[in-house]
């Protein structure tokens, strides 16, 4: 099964075409595309995964498709020529495909998104907006937008982009940062940053652009470091 993401029924994923929807239980009328359709530059591009490509404020449809041109297995998208929606997911849809809305869940080796919700995570793949709060461990890789507040540890991988921020082990995690997004650090374990233990990273050190600014953490843009000194982690409890 296919599914469509839109943003006001328009494309949110490098177009802008305005879609027919459904309306009640009528599907949206056929779009048919004329002439060569190519992966990433013309035709309909449809996923069969829609927690990759979910946004924040963004609608689901399933969709009906034909005139399959190509697969991208990489990127979790389908090419067709003729496409139309069928209906808008529910929430309790949403929630069987791994897109979570206004709730709490624990997952494990699993892909998911979630909005304005509590996620509790292991072994899986998050990317997270609104004013969701996302754990993090055992090798889980998030991606946190808005205002996502993210507890990261164990094996952890993270990005953080708009106002999100994560509390985080050095050395047992991996965090890039961009935008206005901020890392606070917990060093209570990590013996060779003993010297930044309290208080906001010196100057000359969180001003750097593009650089390590301590084991795990890079920052761009203007995103920020701050190190504290804490013998309590977040828990699952």
Known sequence: MFYK???????????????????????????????????????????????????????????ECEGFVQENTSEQKSLFTKVRLVRELTDEDLSSLGIFRKTTQVVTQMQAACFDSTVYANESIIRSYGRSIVFARGGSRVKAFDNTLVFADAGAQVELYDDAVAHVMPRSVSVNAWGRSRVFCNTSFNTGINSMRTGRIDSNIRQLHNRTVMPGVRLYDAAQAVSFFSEEIPSYA
């Open 5 to 63: 993401i839109l943003m006001n029924g328009e494309s949110c994923h490098g177009g802008n075409m305005t879609w027919s929807l459904p309306k009640g239980d009528e599907p949206g009328d056929w779009h048919t595309h004329e002439g060569p359709a190519v992966m990433c530059a013309s035709g309909f591009h449809v996923t069969d995964t829609p927690s990759k490509w979910y946004k924040t404020a963004s609608s689901v449809y399933q969709a």
